[in-house]
């Protein structure tokens, strides 16, 4: 949040190869009876042209069932004539069958007495429906189209009518599309302190013969990191503003919020207040951190937003929660020097495969961070924190005797770092003006389609939305794909089978599902998992000790042709891995393509195309080999 990007009417479209055109300014109106002759003229037009006239009209109902010529570059399907036509009628549109044509004739009728008189109608033929229903997230036809947004049937067009909320929506407003939110740095920081693990390289660099000084003299310098990653920070900000104003992309910075059903009062830090109108609202203002309901928690202890803002080192450090971003920070952390413990409820990240959880539990664990099974009840300050020291806190929780009573006990530590979760700030955006409904955490109920299922004209991508996944590439795809979607093109995010990484000291790659999730799914005799430990290469010489905890496996359902679900692998580098191997996920390769395929030696991703061990129960723990 803290941010609103107006995106100006008349944003660029692109017609054919490489061209970019701009919609012409809404201005002159036409009337109904001089589109209608237009849409009629269209049949023979050439498409361009046609396109032209139909983008001038006020309203536009799009119609095809005839023969017409498709933009050069363009896929020449009914279902993408009719959507680029629905999204980019000026005012309202109405995709239908034949047989609809009593519903359309109800639907203008409404739309008529509502104040909507100009209509675009797009006949449509049966075998356009299934790709027009996969585009728009609506089911069944007729779909009726406002300013571009998919609204729905007869009742989705009664229920905003009835709402207030049309009158309001087909007037002209300053913008086209108003993003709230300002994008994310976020944990891009970890990845960049991640460097700090070259701790690790210079101990290695013994091992290759290289003369160091003694380990006394090689000390790490918090504040030269620091100050060099808010400075990527800085310069990733700044990168941002001059590419929108490259883009003509109008930048308010101030905190946004709904003042009326199409109306953003954007307010900055002066108290200077903005106002703004739009035809649709993109919500991207992400999560924020989430404190635990503990005392001395918000008042003494930081989160990974805070981390590299920190004027000094943070010392001995406490992680507190199971997730990626707890588990990365305590991994870079213990790189760098520092006394590092974790504490956790339960298992570690939830959601992910369990296997490799505890893998990663036991790699970290044998790197010297402490796991502490607890949560903290409360923290205390014994020694206030200055510019160059972190003080001292005292932190409170319960452990578990061998007769199974609970007993409080507590630790010093200079640093406590909260990563339990993350929540969305969305109470006080006003999105019950424009009637946008949320979660019981605050995220925007949507549509695959990233459009809110009570607000037509509202969209939320990114973690804000509910049901996505809480991941960066995902939000930035999201948007670039709706956007694309929101000028014609047949776009949508694949949520499914999304790669990722986890950057502990040794990193966590998988893409598709965990083994819990895939028997869960479909039966543990229908899935076989095929694994394997490793030892890279570049462990040898150093002697790491990582490399007893280097592991990959392959979960395949056994009645699909041995379809890979998922795969895992636990190595040096294991994100450049699972970036490459994602794309077979997404062309549902099965096991045999990666028996087939030619590994390149000598590296972690070629075990890949080796693995011939199918996991069992009762098996006894693998070992590694080399080469």
């Not at 009914?78 to 036509?85: K, T």
């Not at 104040?115 to 229903?133: D, N, Q, Y």
């Not at 609970?406 to 979760?421: Q, R, W």
Request: glycine share 10%.
């Amino acid at each position: 949040m803290g941010a609103v990007v107006a995106v100006l009417r008349g944003c660029s479209t692109k017609e054919g190869e490489g061209e970019d055109k701009r919609l012409p300014d809404p201005g002159g109106g036409r009337t109904s009876s001089m589109y209608r002759a237009s849409a009629m003229e269209e049949r023979g037009a050439n498409g361009k042209e046609a396109f032209k006239k139909a983008t001038e009209a006020k309203v536009a109902v799009v119609f095809t069932g005839q023969k017409t010529e498709a933009l050069p570059g363009k896929p020449k399907t009914d279902a993408w004539y009719a959507l680029y036509r629905a999204h980019n009628a000026r005012k309202a549109a109405i995709c239908y069958l034949e047989e609809n044509e009593e519903e359309k004739k109800r639907i203008t009728s409404i739309l008529h007495e509502a104040g909507v008189t100009e209509m675009e109608e797009i006949l449509v033929k049966e075998s356009a429906l299934p790709e027009i229903e996969k585009y728009t997230g609506l089911k069944g036809m007729p779909i009726v189209f406002i300013k571009g947004c998919p609204v729905g049937d007869e009742s989705a067009v009664r229920s905003v009518v009835e709402g207030g909320r049309l009158s309001e929506w087909v007037k002209d407003h300053e913008y086209d599309l108003i993003v709230i939110g300002g994008g994310s740095g976020g944990l891009a920081a970890a990845k960049e302190a991640a460097s700090a693990l070259l701790g690790h390289s210079i101990n290695d660099a013994r091992s290759f013969g290289w003369k160091l000084p003694p380990k006394a003299e090689i000390v790490h310098d918090w504040k030269i990191l620091k100050q060099n990653v808010q400075d990527h920070i800085g310069s990733l900000n700044w990168g941002y503003r001059v590419a929108l104003r490259e883009k003509t992309v109008n930048y308010v910075n101030g905190y946004g919020v709904f003042t009326g059903t199409h109306e953003i009062s954007a307010t900055d830090k002066k108290g200077k207040v903005t106002k703004l109108t739009a035809d649709r609202f993109l919500l991207a203002t992400g999560l924020r951190p989430r404190y635990p309901e503990i005392p001395g928690a918000k008042e003494y202890c930081v989160t990974s937003d805070d981390l590299f803002s920190l004027p000094y080192s943070p010392g001995k450090t406490l992680c507190v929660g199971a997730s990626y971003v707890s588990l990365e920070c305590a991994g870079f952390l213990k790189g760098m020097g520092y006394d590092v413990s974790v504490m956790v409820r339960s298992i570690l990240l939830r959601g992910f495969d369990q296997d490799i959880a505890e893998r990663i539990r036991k790699q970290m664990a044998d790197d010297g961070i402490k796991f502490v099974s607890s949560v903290p009840t409360r923290v205390e300050e014994l020694e206030p924190r200055t510019k160059e020291s972190a003080g001292r806190l005292k932190v409170y929780f319960n452990l578990k005797k061998e007769d199974g009573t609970e007993e409080e006990t507590s630790e010093e530590f200079n640093t406590v770092l909260i990563a339990i979760g993350r929540d969305a700030v969305t109470a006080d955006l006003g999105l019950n003006l424009p009637g946008v409904r949320m979660d019981k955490n605050g995220k925007i109920v949507g549509r695959r389609t990233e459009q809110s299922f009570t607000c037509p004209y509202v969209y939320a991508v990114g973690d804000v939305l509910s049901g996505c996944p809480e991941l960066t590439p995902v939000a930035i795809h999201a948007g670039r794909a709706l956007m694309r979607r929101l000028k014609g093109k047949m776009e949508l995010t694949d949520y499914d089978a999304i790669p990722t990484t986890v950057f502990t000291p040794l990193e966590y790659g998988c893409c598709g599902l965990s083994e819990e999730a895939a028997i869960a799914r479909f039966g543990k005799e229908d899935v076989i998992v095929y694994h394997n430990v490793f030892l890279p290469l570049e462990y040898t010489v150093p002697d790491r000790k990582e490399k007893e905890h280097c592991y990959l496996k392959l979960v395949c359902r056994a009645s699909d042709h041995d379809r890979i679900l998922g795969f895992h692998i636990l190595c040096p580098s294991a994100g450049e891995v699972t970036q490459g191997f994602g794309i077979a996920l997404k062309l549902n390769a099965k096991k045999e393509d990666f028996d087939t395929l030619i590994g390149i030696h000598p590296t972690v991703a070629e075990n890949f195309t080796t693995l011939t061990l199918v996991k069992k129960e009762g098996d006894e723990e693998l070992k590694a080999t080399g080469c």
